[in-house]
């Protein structure tokens, strides 16, 4: 049997804390469990919480009421650090206006493993070991060329993929993942999904990303959530989330579902002009479209 | 690296080193230090070799410092007086020579002072631009200066401090000033998430019209002598210190700037953002209270000494970043020892260019560190604001 990475149980979350009025749940009632070892795709409209779930998972946000338990041990009682120890978060916009290095940016994964102690220098240097790390996962992520360079000075899929490669610094058990591929190029899009799957079959390393990308979650995840309203409205595998009656009620807007001809997994494509027949049509379903981000 | 480690790594690393650094490798002699890590991250070696190097600097800059005045001493002097003094606990035994008496009683102490409300202000600088994430952030630029002024005029109006120089209860009311700017400057910022760099520096504006205002406030009702002293005082004059009271303020400095520095690693990682900060392990409201505290600490004593002085904060540790990288591991001692250098010498201008009268040290520092200031705000734009 394999174990639960993360059991979440009735998690609800609201960024306004109920003093100024009702707070709007952005998440009301979320419970699910992943298994170590798994790939979970998030996926939902915008604005359907899945950012939150995110923040929630890596104990960044504190749910209002619920509980989220990594491995066993309930976030809310472990330090900050031993979370970031076990699970790192890739978050979706990483700004940094001061001059680091993409190799310093890198090496801030390992603080949640610093050395404590020291009345003086309890700054916790950085180990050989921490170095030998940063810069084994620098040449993974196809940053190690960049690593002198300034973190404010690198292209958006640079900085992305020097981002991740922090994250894999953390040596974590779960990776989460805010939009992994959103500013990367196809070759790195794959990249990326290449070398996740890798960690996930070498090291058992655990996945949890949030995209947009239907096709990119249906062809890499064993397990697919999709969130409406900060709700769950569906959980599955790809088969039995990516369905046209399940994205049409929860998009709002027609969508072919085929399958991927070398895979056979689904495929999801917007109707083309041919489909919709005729100007008026496409409008209309671009409209619908742009309808459910509000 | 060792030839024998980079053969035991086998083929595919010593590509990667060479890819990371080209040409760094013939002159890295460490033992353990690879090559691509003296470019790209902080060694202990350029740790402790560009503090040494700032730091002999500093002392230069100090003896140069210490020539100029009503008697101008020369600059082997200087230096065999000092080396004399540190060497014998008796500097007495020639304490006939009215150059020693100038020095190591009248220049010596304010120098001294000027070094350590320099360093403190640039290393208190650097903290709050980690934190607010704004390299424009500085304890006068915010208003925690001027908050600082408002305690410390309040201590001298009720009779508490009876001289001004005294530091002994001024700290505590300056320090109480501080932290009221501090907390009410970041409330302004956390209602927002993170701030602009426009709001925020209004945000300051606004606190030091007034914090100003309540201190003119103050020095109109009080006598004219008392008042002038105040205002002279404001705008930012260092006076020499007797000796117990410079070792005083040592100490109160030094444990603050320890307690900043204990938290360099985490002012790393703040600059993030606090919410990728705590997704890597910092605990960030203590690591936020340790370092707001510690400001208005010490903004409050170096206000309590030296009254206002602007712009050290804020271009010190700019300029520094510029040079030696973002790190706070080494950011915050060298902006430390840059801006206690810079004062110095900005104090010696102060004290000499419109000799025998004095203009304020405030003056001086404004006067160049107003113009950089627009600078960096009109032609860096888009490094600064957001």
Redesign the interface.
Known sequence: MTRQAYAVEQIRFSYRDGRNGAPAWVLDGVSFEVAEGEILGVIGPNGSGKTSLLKLMTKVFQPQAGAVHLFGHELAGMPQDAVARVAALVPQDSQQIFPFTIAEMVLMGRFPHRRRGGVLLGLGWERPEDLRLAEHAMVEMDVAHLSHRSIADVSGGERQRAIIARALTQEPRVLLLDEPTAFLDLNHQLDICRILGHLNEERGLTVILVSHDLNLASQYCDQLLLLKDGQIFQIGTPEEVIRPEILEAVYGCQVLVDCHPVTGLPRVTLPGRTVAGGADKRAHDQADIQKPAS | MSISGAQKRGGQKEV?SE???PGVQASCAGP?V?P??E????T?RRWVATLLGLGAAGLLVMIGCLQFGAEDIGFFEVASILGRAVQSSHPSQASSETAQVILLQVRLPRVLLGFMVGGCLAAVGVGLQ?LL???LADPYVLGISSGAALGAALAILLGIGTTIFSISTLPLFAFAGGLLSLVVVYRIAASYGRLPVHTLLLAGIILNAIFTALIMFITSIMGPNRAFGLMSWLMGTLTAPDYPALGVLAIYLLVGG?IL??Q???L??L???E??A???????ERAKKVVFFTSALLTGAVVSVSGMIGFVGMLIPHAV??VI???H?LLLPASAVVGGTFLMAADTVARTIMAPAEIPVGVVTALVGGPVFVYLLMYRKG??A?
């Open positions: 990667v890819v990371m650094a353990k690879k691509w890590q470019k790209s991250v902080l202990v980690a994430r704004n390299p320890l520095f204990r360099a690693r985490a790393n990682l600059t993030l953002g919410e990728s705590r997704s890597l392990g910092v605990e960030v970043r510029m990288g973002a790190d591991r490094g600064l957001v």
